[in-house]
């Protein structure tokens, strides 16, 4: 079973929103941190935000103040809310689950963790 299962993503011009869903695995889940990560053409995969149990949440300084994470523990389901949306967001978005909340989740999460991810485009 996939333990991760990205949706939302879709094309929007500048300035629109969208919201990604993850759907978890009770087991991935019952990770002290859920994350969202993102992957821009010709760039490297790099840590977007990230929740942990408690509900607190962290951001990149490049979606600070547009973007919201939450989650959901009765539905284990994590989300992305995504305003104010800039072409440099455009990207595949994959969540992850681990034991922190930063990006160094990058090194540890494996292989066989990640989902597909769904694509966001935005255009100008």
């Known amino acids: 079973q996939v333990p991760l299962r990205e949706s939302g993503g879709g094309s929007v011009r500048t300035g629109g929103s969208l919201r990604l869903s993850c759907a978890a695995t009770?087991?991935?889940?019952?990770?002290?941190?859920m994350l969202w990560f993102r992957r821009s053409p010709g760039k490297e995969r790099e840590w977007v935000a990230a929740?942990?149990?408690?509900?607190?949440?962290v951001y990149s300084d490049s979606v600070k103040g547009r973007f919201t994470v939450s989650r959901d523990s009765g539905k284990t389901f994590l989300y992305l809310q995504m305003n104010n949306l800039k072409p440099e967001d455009t990207g595949m978005y994959f969540c992850?689950?681990?034991?922190?909340?930063?990006?160094?989740?990058?090194?540890?999460?494996?292989?066989?963790?990640w989902g597909q991810g769904t694509q966001v485009t935005v255009t100008s």
């Open positions: 992850g689950a681990d034991h922190g909340c930063s990006g160094a989740a990058l090194q540890s999460i494996g292989p066989a963790d």
């Open positions: 009770p087991r991935a889940f019952s990770a002290y941190c």
């Open positions: 929740v942990d149990r408690g509900g607190n949440s």
